[in-house]
T-cell receptor, first 116, second 115 residues
């Protein structure tokens, strides 16, 4: 119940295309869902995050879609660029008062390659 | 504002040894979390410290321990190293921690290789 399942494991997209990465969770107590981007040799960097009270959040070319009833959320990268080539992680956590407080539970990651 | 810094960046140890990794959070951040990243297990939470107290702990053996100092800097220690401890160890800081929904900022990590 603590897992976050992420798919696909790898993704190849042409420049200008849309990259879509999906995540699913079981624990309905999760209340914060961030996406991280990681380049080789670097730590993960926060891209965008969403809470369950909204169904979509957009920041520039990055959009999170959230489906609370299906317990799924996804990252859409519009107009994908070669510079977006990186590993993307979804994650989830919940607020105070439980054993899950204060820890991010990560998906397994998606390696994105954007071809020029 | 300077980001999260971790030292050393690379470390090579042999089985049975112990190791200490250091993390300096962003100025003003009081929460420090540690994660282990491996190709097989991905990113896994080790523990979180806030105001020098361990507030949460992941499912790792007691060989993994940590502490936080009054200036919020944190150290992680792994004793009796095993080959499987080879990983990238990441530190993340946030103002008050995820308990209040604050985002976490990650450092570049320490790459530990156990021979």
């Amino acid at each position: 119940q603590q897992q976050v399942k992420q798919s696909p494991q790898s993704l190849i997209v042409q420049k200008g295309g849309i990259s879509i990465i999906n995540c699913a969770y079981e624990n309905t107590a999760f209340d914060y869902f961030p996406w991280y981007q990681q380049f080789p040799g670097k730590g993960p960097a926060l891209l965008i995050a969403i809470r369950p009270d909204v169904s979509e959040k957009k920041e520039g070319r990055f959009t999170i879609s959230f489906n609370k009833s299906a317990k799924q959320f996804s990252l859409h990268i519009m107009d994908s660029q070669p510079g977006d080539s990186a590993t993307y992680f979804c994650a989830a956590t919940q607020g105070g008062g439980s054993s899950n407080t204060g820890k991010l539970i990560f998906g397994q990651g998606t390696t994105l390659q954007v071809k020029p | 504002k300077a980001g999260v810094t971790q030292t050393p960046r690379y470390l090579i140890k042999t089985r049975g040894q112990q190791v200490t990794l250091s993390c300096s959070p962003i100025s003003g951040h009081r929460s420090v979390s540690w994660y282990q990243q491996t190709p097989g297990q991905g990113l896994q939470f080790l523990f979180e410290y806030f105001s020098e107290t361990q507030r949460n702990k992941g499912n790792f053996p007691g060989r993994f321990s940590g502490r936080q100092f009054s200036n919020s800097r944190s150290e992680m220690n792994v004793s009796t190293l095993e080959l499987g401890d080879s990983a990238l160890y990441l530190c993340a800081s946030s103002p008050w921690g995820l308990i209040t929904g604050n985002e976490q900022f990650f450092g570049p990590g320490t790459r530990l290789t156990v021979l």
